[in-house]
T-cell receptor, first 113, second 115 residues
Framework: DSGVTQTPKHLITATGQRVTLRCSPR?????VYWYQQSLDQGLQFLIQ???????AKGNILERFSAQQFPDLHSELNLSSLELGDSALYFC????????????FGSGTRLTVV | AQTVTQSQPEMSVQEAETVTLSCTYD???????LFWYKQPPSRQMILVIR??????QNATENRFSVNFQKAAKSFSLKISDSQLGDAAMYFC????????????FGKGTMLLVSP
């Protein structure tokens, strides 16, 4: 157990639907990162939150949004889902800085049918 | 923007042998951090080893070691005495020195280990 908890582990939904992925960071970590891993794109950075505030944005679609709550857990919201959104979504966390790398959760496998 | 390149999509090694995975990166910064992550079939991302660019000494973690060539912007991972459990996708990653940036990953190298 890495200490980073992601739920659900698997999600199957239809095109056009909206889903919410949840992440609880490792105890003491203030930063949360979301990555998308698909077969042909590798690990793509989506967004980072630090202590409740958005810190960095990557290749995140406008249909996607995220937030970090006062208890530091984070949610990634994916709407108007398309087949191409099927992927493994990772949450990772780090202390104030990430000079020692990230601790990853086990991911949420999203399948859009 | 920094880029990380892993030129070997797949590598094979026999148990007990040594294998080296390659990684090159492009940056204009002088201080930064480099990482190797392992992703086994379970899909969990596991940190294998970390290198600080300002340190000349190559990092070592048990059977895993790196060959860090700063001038050449090269960061290869050597796995000694390979084990079946080493079979996984390996990702090289870069982070700016401040630690406030995000990790940039290469596309990965799949390591196959045969008995």
């Amino acid at each position: 157990d890495s200490g980073v908890t992601q739920t659900p582990k698997h999600l199957i939904t239809a095109t056009g639907q909206r889903v919410t992925l949840r992440c609880s960071p490792r105890s003491g970590d203030l930063s949360v990162y979301w990555y998308q891993q698909s077969l042909d794109q590798g690990l793509q950075f989506l967004i980072q939150y630090y202590n409740g505030e958005e810190r960095a944005k990557g290749n995140i679609l406008e249909r996607f949004s995220a937030q970090q709550f006062p208890d530091l857990h984070s949610e990634l919201n994916l709407s108007s889902l398309e087949l191409g959104d099927s992927a493994l979504y990772f949450c990772a966390s780090s202390p104030r800085t990430a000079e020692y790398g990230y601790t990853f959760g086990s991911g949420t496998r999203l399948t859009v049918v | 923007a920094q880029t990380v390149t892993q030129s070997q999509p797949e590598m094979s090694v026999q148990e007990a042998e040594t294998v080296t995975l390659s990684c090159t990166y492009d940056t204009s910064e002088s201080d930064y951090y480099l990482f190797w992550y392992k992703q086994p079939p379970s899909r969990q991302m596991i940190l294998v080893i970390r290198q600080e660019a300002y340190k000349q000494q190559n990092a070592t973690e048990n059977r895993f070691s790196v060959n860090f060539q700063k001038a050449a912007k090269s960061f290869s991972l050597k796995i000694s005495d390979s084990q079946l459990g080493d079979a996984a996708m390996y990702f090289c990653a870069y982070e700016s020195w401040s630690g406030y940036s995000t990790l940039t990953f290469g596309k990965g190298t799949m390591l196959l280990v045969s008995p």
